[in-house]
């Protein structure tokens, strides 16, 4: 995974896009001291190269990401659920209306992130923004995956 890292490269910062505000204006990237909750940087391929190797659980490339035992554990519920949903490890699990998808999603200040699958089908998506608005972007996206996902059961 030559590009992510927690360190934002030189040669990241200049191919990375710009990062724009709720009103839609360009701010300044920001480096977050929160690592693991905020400061991953990558590509659209390698989280979407993850999925597809979660969805897919070849063992064989599996093993070189994650074991297959820990794949289970982020898609098994855990207690305590909430009102808002259910989690397992480092994953969600999204009810959307009576359709149920596993994913993780996450916003800061000018970016925004959703990945979803759907392991009966095989079925995911990812969504990337470079703005703090991205929910009203992957949003009717994620609507209308699950509206071409419904057709295949």
Same mark, same amino acid.
């Given at each position: 995974?030559?590009?992510?890292?927690?360190?934002? #490269?030189?040669?990241?910062?200049?191919?990375?896009? #710009?990062?724009?505000?709720?009103?839609? *204006?360009? +701010?300044?990237?920001? +480096?977050?001291?929160?690592?693991?909750?905020?400061?991953?940087?990558?590509?659209?391929?390698?989280?979407?190269?993850?999925?597809?190797?979660?969805?897919?659980? *070849?063992?064989?490339?599996?093993?070189?990401?994650?074991?297959?035992?820990?794949?289970?554990?982020?898609?098994?519920?855990?207690?305590?659920?909430? *009102?808002?949903?259910?989690?397992?490890?480092?994953? $969600?699990?999204? =009810?959307?209306?009576?359709? $149920?998808?596993?994913?993780?999603?996450?916003?800061?200040?000018?970016?925004?992130?959703?990945?979803?699958?759907?392991?009966?089908?095989?079925?995911?998506? +990812?969504?990337?923004? =470079?703005?703090?608005?991205?929910? $009203?972007?992957?949003?009717? +996206?994620?609507?209308?995956?699950?509206? #071409?996902?419904?057709?295949?059961?």
């Amino acid at each position: 995974m030559k590009n992510t890292n927690y360190e934002w #490269t030189a040669e990241m910062m200049a191919t990375s896009a #710009t990062a724009y505000d709720e009103n839609g *204006n360009p +701010i300044k990237n920001r +480096i977050f001291t929160e690592k693991a909750a905020a400061g991953l940087q990558t590509t659209i391929k390698h989280p979407a190269h993850f999925a597809e190797l979660s969805i897919n659980c *070849n063992p064989k490339q599996l093993n070189t990401v994650l074991k297959p035992s820990t794949i289970k554990l982020m898609e098994t519920p855990v207690l305590p659920s909430s *009102n808002e949903g259910e989690s397992g490890l480092g994953y $969600r699990f999204m =009810n959307y209306e009576g359709f $149920r998808t596993i994913g993780h999603t996450g916003e800061n200040v000018g970016w925004s992130a959703a990945l979803f699958s759907d392991l009966p089908t095989k079925s995911g998506i +990812i969504v990337l923004c =470079n703005g703090s608005n991205g929910d $009203r972007v992957w949003f009717p +996206i994620y609507q209308s995956w699950l509206k #071409t996902v419904k057709t295949k059961k």
